[in-house]
């Protein structure tokens, strides 16, 4: 009996059931909303009289679909609170924000009612729609500019007809991305879609902006054709690169001076300078810090991009100076291909090291002595201490360092041009700075590892001994007559010949009673070394009396007795 209970009650169980699953749907009085996704922001939530563009799938009560925006690859877009919907549409359309989606149950009065639609959609049918909204705006809708980025110095703004660099990701209002580049054009005549145009107006480089704009403002009831689809809302997310306008011209601002500026570079200068170039959203793309080496040119002569020809003039050596150029006096609308992109402005740190004039000469600035009884002159043999540096200051070399003097005979080539003028009519005791222009220095070359090429020098100077020297073309002078036997007295075997040792020991002698002088500064030896080989007309090591003559009956060519 028990089992024939519990049979019946599996049985009423069941029917139970199966009523229930196949009843008829509850009536509803109003729509029903269920909320199934909620994004994390709503800036924005639809209201009666917005646009609206959305995909849906509708669906009977019993999940048959009747229609899907998805299968016609579309979105639904319509005015809300415009009668263009149904009524049950209309109300669960309200409060909406972009990427919620909703599940709508409208009751029939709120839908085709009595009357169905066609074949679709059965007299009194309660429908569900499941909606994912991805657009609203409104037809008073202006541009929205949200800025969320802005660097602390701006010292320019974007105005009708600047050109401008900028870099943008391009959404639709959902997030769907349809583009993302660097674009360069005019601002405000036209050239870009209405919403962008203002949106750019009144950046600074370096800003960053979220730029949002309705449909006509951007690609309005058409669309693009391809990603961004017709009445659709866009949103820009913008970072202003470059600007510049075609009036431009370069601006320079001076960073800083050297205490004394005595002159200023002119056209027609060589100058040496190191720099750091960037793009003027700071981007680097050069440097001569990194080469270890200045950059080396004549300016005002067209060697460099025009803008940095103008920048350069009129500075101090030491001077620090910035100098922006505008793209029509630097690279153009080409770029250079790699590192600078056409049309770009570029920004220049720039360092004078040093400059000259191929005319320039020796600069000469002297302290002397109270007392001066001689001046040096050519053929002198002269000591001296020196520091030398480069023109912006940087150390070369100093006799201090070696700890002696620097001995030198004025007019036999042992020092560089300038320093042999800039020693020229000095006092014991004076004190010299000179200013050497490379010509006159170490030219073009320098001296590897120690003089760049090119380079002005300075050669702070003081002469501390002088020993005059002898006339031009005279290695050696008798200080007394010459002895009329003085073949004989050098000839001490009576040979009739002189040799080496003979004439060596012989004027020798005579320096040191104080008869005679050698050229001061260089090697005695190799002195008398040449004035024997000058005398021994037949070079077979012997002089003989018809061989030997004093110098003045000889030519000018040789430097003998």
Request: glycine residues 10%; hydrophobic residues 35%.
């Amino acid at each position: 009996l028990l089992r024939i209970v519990l049979v019946q009650m599996i049985f009423f169980a069941f029917l139970v059931t199966l009523v229930a699953c196949n009843a008829p749907p509850v009536p509803l009085d109003d729509i029903v909303i269920e909320k199934t996704f909620t994004p994390e922001r709503c800036d924005r939530a639809v209201k009666s009289g917005d646009f609206v563009r959305y995909h849906y799938n509708g669906m009977f009560p019993d999940g048959k679909k009747f229609d899907s925006s998805y299968d016609r690859g579309t979105t639904y877009n319509v005015f809300v609170g415009r009668k263009q919907l149904i009524a049950g549409m209309d109300k669960a359309l309200v409060g909406m924000c972009v990427n919620e989606r909703r599940l709508v149950k409208i009751p029939p009065q709120l839908a085709y009612g009595k009357d169905g639609y066609g074949d679709i959609i059965p007299p009194e049918s309660i429908l569900h729609f499941d909606v994912l909204l991805l657009d609203v705006w409104n037809a008073d809708d202006k541009a929205q500019i949200q800025t969320y980025h802005k660097p602390e110095k701006c010292g320019r703004i974007v105005q009708v007809s600047d050109y401008v660099r900028y870099h943008y990701n391009g959404t639709l209002l959902d997030g769907t991305l349809f583009d993302s580049r660097t674009y360069d054009t005019y601002v405000g005549i036209g050239w870009l879609i209405a919403g962008m145009d203002q949106g750019l107006l009144g950046m600074c480089v370096g800003e960053r902006r979220i730029i949002t704009m309705p449909p006509s403002l951007g690609y309005g009831e058409h669309g693009d054709g391809s990603d961004i689809p017709p009445q659709a809302s866009l949103v820009f997310d913008v970072v202003l690169l470059d600007l510049h306008n075609p009036k431009d011209e370069i601006a320079v601002e001076v960073q800083s001076l050297p205490d004394s500026c005595t002159r200023k570079s002119v056209e027609g200068d060589f100058m040496r300078y190191h720099y750091n170039g960037t793009l003027l959203d700071g981007t680097f793309f050069d440097s001569s810090y990194s080469r270890n080496r200045t950059y080396d040119t004549y300016i005002g002569k067209g060697y460099v991009i025009a803008g940095m020809d103008q920048g350069l003039l009129g500075v101090c050596v030491r001077e620090r100076r910035r100098i922006t150029i505008p793209p029509h006096l630097a690279y153009g609308e080409e770029g250079t291909g790699t590192k600078i992109p056409g049309s770009a402005v570029l920004v220049f740190d720039v360092h004078i090291i040093d400059f000259h004039n191929p005319s320039d000469k020796v600069e000469i600035t002297s302290v002397k002595p109270e007392k001066c009884s001689y001046t040096t002159k050519r053929g002198d043999f002269i000591k001296y201490h020196y520091n030398a540096t480069l023109m912006d200051g940087t150390y070369i070399d100093s006799s201090h360092s070696y700890g002696k003097t620097y001995d030198v005979v004025l007019g036999a080539g042992q020092v560089i041009p300038g320093m042999e003028q800039g020693l020229l009519e000095m006092c014991v005791g004076e004190k010299r700075t000179l200013v050497v222009p490379p010509h006159l220095g170490y030219g073009e070359r320098g001296v590897d590892g120690e003089v760049p090429g090119s380079a002005v020098l300075v050669f702070d100077i003081e002469l501390v001994n002088v020993e005059e020297g002898l006339p031009d073309g005279y290695m050696f002078v008798w200080n007394d007559d010459v002895s009329p036997d003085l073949f004989s007295e050098m000839d001490r075997n009576k040979d009739l010949e002189v040799d080496t040792t003979e004439f060596s020991d012989y004027i020798l002698r005579q320096v040191n009673d104080g008869k005679g002088r050698l050229a001061p500064g260089f090697d005695p030896h190799r002195i008398i070394e040449n004035m024997y080989s000058n005398q021994d007309r037949n070079k077979d090591g012997r002089i003989t009396a018809d061989e030997f003559k004093l110098k003045a009956d000889e030519a000018s060519t040789h430097d003998e007795l």
